[in-house]
């Protein structure tokens, strides 16, 4: 018996460890797994091998997301229509928005007691586009962008590191604030000068003082 039978499954980070177990499994038990990454492709292509077996059908889905995330200043009637609005108009069943709720624990630790100092923000926006075939590239973008730009007179400058992606550099700044952000970057200086630790949304050290 296949519990997941005629179910599918999408499974981001599957050429790592756990998600690479999690899309075996997943195949297993009947599930269509469309493998989701952002690396090198022979590395999805090695966990689709490794699916193929018990699975109706497999597919490696090797579109780049475009995913777009900022907190927001303020939130009402207005922002929810058109949130409303574009998600009528998806074109990817893949695709969706989310609205994250801050406060609460976070918002009572003060703005410069760690490096996350968008403590007073109470909504965080994320727009992710996503989809399979790379001839819908395109229309999936506009989608995605369109929403974005339309939500903007609700939006704040802040962000949130971990949803900034690679081609995002000029916004980490943002993810931390001004003060906060040269204050790790003297950090950065003090315990990694040569920046050996970049790959993520990186922080370059500060450089010395003439």
């Given at each position: 018996?296949?519990?997941?039978?005629?179910?599918?499954?999408?499974v981001?980070?599957?050429?790592?460890?756990?998600?690479?177990?999690?899309?075996?499994?997943?195949?297993?038990?009947?599930?269509?797994?469309?493998?989701?990454?952002?690396?090198?492709?022979?590395?999805?292509?090695?966990?689709?091998?490794?699916?193929?077996?018990g699975?109706?059908?497999?597919?490696?889905?090797?579109?780049?997301?475009?995913?777009l995330?900022?907190?927001?200043?303020?939130?009402?009637?207005?922002?929810?229509?058109?949130?409303?609005?574009?998600?009528?108009?998806?074109?990817?069943?893949?695709?969706?928005?989310?609205?994250?709720?801050?406060?609460?624990?976070?918002?009572?630790?003060?703005?410069?007691?760690t490096?996350?100092?968008?403590?007073?923000?109470?909504?965080?926006?994320?727009?992710?586009?996503?989809?399979?075939?790379?001839?819908?590239?395109?229309?999936?973008?506009?989608?995605?962008?369109?929403?974005?730009?339309?939500?903007?007179?609700?939006?704040?400058?802040?962000?949130?590191?971990?949803?900034l992606?690679?081609d995002?550099?000029?916004?980490?700044?943002?993810?931390?604030?001004a003060?906060?952000?040269?204050?790790?970057?003297?950090?950065?200086?003090?315990?990694?000068?040569?920046?050996?630790?970049?790959?993520?949304?990186?922080i370059?050290?500060?450089?010395?003082?003439?």
């Open positions: 018996m296949r519990p997941l039978a005629n179910r599918t499954a999408l981001t980070g599957a050429s790592m460890g756990i998600g690479r177990a999690i899309a075996r499994r997943l195949s297993q038990d009947g599930a269509r797994v469309i493998v989701h990454h952002y690396g090198d492709e022979a590395a999805a292509a090695a966990v689709v091998r490794e699916c193929a077996e699975a109706s059908a497999l597919q490696a889905d090797f579109a780049d997301p475009d995913e995330e900022q907190f927001l200043s303020r939130i009402g009637d207005e922002a929810i229509d058109i949130l409303v609005a574009q998600a009528a108009t998806v074109p990817s069943p893949l695709s969706a928005w989310a609205l994250e709720q801050f406060g609460g624990a976070a918002g009572r630790v003060g703005s410069d007691e490096a996350f100092p968008h403590r007073g923000a109470r909504f965080n926006l994320v727009i992710v586009g996503i989809w399979t075939d790379p001839a819908e590239s395109a229309r999936n973008i506009r989608w995605t962008r369109e929403l974005w730009s339309a939500m903007q007179p609700f939006s704040s400058e802040a962000v949130y590191v971990n949803y992606d690679t995002e550099a000029d916004r980490v700044p943002d993810a931390y604030g003060a906060t952000y040269q204050r790790l970057r003297r950090l950065k200086e003090r315990y990694d000068p040569g920046n050996f630790f970049r790959v993520n949304q990186n370059r050290p500060e450089p010395p003082s003439a």
